[in-house]
Antibody, heavy 119, light 110 residues
Framework: EVQLLESGGGLVQPGGSLRLSCAAS????????MSWVRQAPGKGLEWVSSISGSGDSTYYADSVKGRFTISRDSSKNTLYLQMNSLRAEDTAIYYC????????????WGQGTLVTVSS | QSVLTQPPSVSAAPGQKVTISCSGSSSNIGNNYVSWYQQLPGTAPKLLIY???KRPSGIPDRFSGSKSGTSATLGITGLQTGDEADYYC???????????FGGGTKLTVL
């Protein structure tokens, strides 16, 4: 059974940093691309970033490019999202998702972790 | 404002059929497959339809998808109260080099 468990969310001040983790199990982690998708309170889904199975290729939404870094550790079956220079508009639930084939085809999602950026 | 356009809400009675549209352009829907996601209240999104019209294992055939040109449609027949959720379409946008989602459609089963 595929399981994705996010952690690392919390309250951070504007300009601060946070690192999210997503522990994966139930599938061959290194064989699949992974993504982060966020959802601001009461709003729709927004794609944040994706990374290939090997980790060689990364993709970012313009809204986070230069501030967020996606990475993965296949020895730990864990996906990461390093978030720097956080802004109030980054406040959202962050979901990690397993990519089936195309980057927009996410077949399993974690339960999400809440990031709140506020002073 | 989302790249893909969905109606904010739709509603229908139990047992009836409803369709949800997703409108895009040649840089996204027109040249890429479309996926649909269901988000029940307070839960994570769930893959409902992929490659325009395919259903993952476990998704009932009451749910269907189609695509024509730069628009896609999700259809739900035999509506149940448990279908009340937000529904999102998603695809790749070749001009933006980004995954794009519709703004979401809230389905109410009256």
């Amino acid at each position: 059974e595929v399981q994705l468990l996010e952690s690392g969310g919390g309250l951070v001040q504007p300009g601060g940093s946070l690192r999210l983790s997503c522990a994966a199990s139930g599938f061959t982690f290194s064989s699949y691309a992974m993504s982060w998708v966020r959802q601001a309170p009461g709003k729709g889904l927004e794609w944040v970033s994706s990374i290939s199975g090997s980790g060689d290729s990364t993709y970012y939404a313009d809204s986070v490019k230069g501030r967020f870094t996606i990475s993965r550790d296949s020895s730990k079956n864990t996906l990461y999202l390093q978030m720097n220079s956080l802004r109030a508009e980054d406040t959202a639930i962050y979901y990690c998702a397993k990519v089936r084939i195309q980057l927009w085809l996410m077949d399993y999602w974690g339960q999400g972790t809440l990031v709140t950026v506020s002073s | 404002q989302s790249v893909l356009t969905q109606p904010p809400s739709v509603s229908a009675a139990p047992g009836q059929k409803v369709t949800i549209s997703c409108s895009g352009s040649s840089s996204n829907i027109g040249n890429n497959y479309v996926s649909w996601y269901q988000q029940l209240p307070g839960t994570a999104p769930k893959l409902l339809i992929y490659d325009n019209n395919k259903r993952p294992s476990g998704i009932p055939d009451r749910f269907s998808g189609s695509k024509s040109g730069t628009s896609a449609t999700l259809g739900i027949t035999g509506l149940q109260t448990g279908d009340e959720a937000d529904y999102y379409c998603g695809t790749w946008d070749s001009s933006l080099n980004a995954v794009v989602f519709g703004g979401g459609t809230k389905l109410t089963v009256l």
